[in-house]
């Protein structure tokens, strides 16, 4: 299978409408490569509006992107909460996260992409999620990580939980595959990296101040039972950089740098090629000339039983 990764697209039709160009032709360009399969891994849109969501669903749909065997969304934190448009709403945005319907955002989020949600298999009828997607021998695991606002613990309401119960329904959804020989993937917003320094300017400030509040609660628990479950290989967002890295023999890969991080107007999506002998890993950048620069991000290679590290 061929799969295209991107994340935090951070649509904004009303403060930041030439985005949307940069996303149409991201999207363009990812439906020229043949891919079977697009994950996005949250923060599709940048300010929680509804009539934003609806235009990248059209544009998806254009691309050929729109039902559950070729497209795997996951929410992320300015999906359900938005975020600052200005430097003055810094202050402003807790109240205005106090004041989200967690629950109402995240059943509006599934409604308006629920061809994406068919066919899945859930722990059960109560929650979307977590979900889990059996494409053959490939299997995707989507888990949201979105934790919901607090006022000492989630502030900026742009930390991750997996709370106890969706843990559990996690290790009971992953055991139906103990007995097959499926590639596992997971697609979850929130990373499992430190962040990196930013540059001093407006945008690096939120940064700044998001890197002391974008935490994914937990983790270790979650990287302990990905272990147990031989899980392949892991697709997030969040933090506006692409790359790859590994935690407890597990590769991960980030694609928050989509349309949005580095300095310049470059485009990039991470290109996941699974074979049954090996696994390969490319990120293409697309510069704002033109031209497509691609660099490998990650190799494997397998025997017949034993799996072996990255070469």
């Known amino acids: ?42 923060d599709l849109i940048d300010n929680a509006d509804e009539s934003d969501l609806l235009i990248l669903k059209r544009m998806l749909n254009k691309f050929g992107f729109s039902s559950h065997l070729n497209l795997t969304l996951i929410p992320g934190n300015h999906d359900i909460f938005g975020g600052p448009q200005k430097p003055v709403d810094i202050f402003s945005f807790p109240e205005r996260c ?25 722990a059960d009828e109560e929650s979307q999620f977590p979900f889990i997607k059996d494409l053959d021998n490939v299997i995707i695991l989507g888990i949201n990580s979105i934790a919901e606002y607090s006022k000492y613990k989630n502030p900026f309401a742009s930390n991750g939980e997996v709370k106890l119960k969706h843990f559990n329904k ?69 933090i506006h950089y692409n790359e790859f890295y590994e935690r407890k023999g597990i590769a991960f890969l980030n694609a928050g740098a989509s349309t949005v991080g580095y300095t310049g107007k470059s485009l990039r999506v991470n290109i996941i090629k699974v074979e049954p002998d090996k696994t390969h890993c490319e990120m293409h950048k697309l510069t704002e000339s033109g031209e497509v620069k691609i660099e490998d991000l990650f190799r494997k290679e397998y025997q017949t039983i034993l799996r072996l590290s990255p070469i």
């Open 1 to 42: 299978m061929k799969i295209a990764h991107i994340s935090d697209l951070h649509l904004n039709t009303l403060f930041n409408d030439s985005n949307l160009l940069r996303v149409k032709r991201l999207l363009k360009y990812i439906s020229s490569q043949s891919v079977e399969h697009l994950i996005i891994t949250g």
């Open 170 to 238: 996690i290790d009971d959804l992953l055991k139906k595959f103990n007995d097959r020989d499926v590639f596992k993937i997971v697609a979850i917003h929130h990373h499992f990296n430190k962040m990196k320094n930013t540059k001093r300017s407006i945008a690096g400030l939120w940064q700044n101040i998001e890197k002391q509040t974008m935490k994914l609660k937990k983790k270790k628990r979650l990287l302990s039972l990905f272990q147990k479950h031989n899980i392949d290989i892991m697709l997030h967002g969040h």
């Open 98 to 122: 106090k004041e989200v319907d967690y629950d109402a955002k995240v059943n509006l989020f599934k409604e308006i992409f629920k061809e994406t949600f068919y066919g899945t298999i859930v």
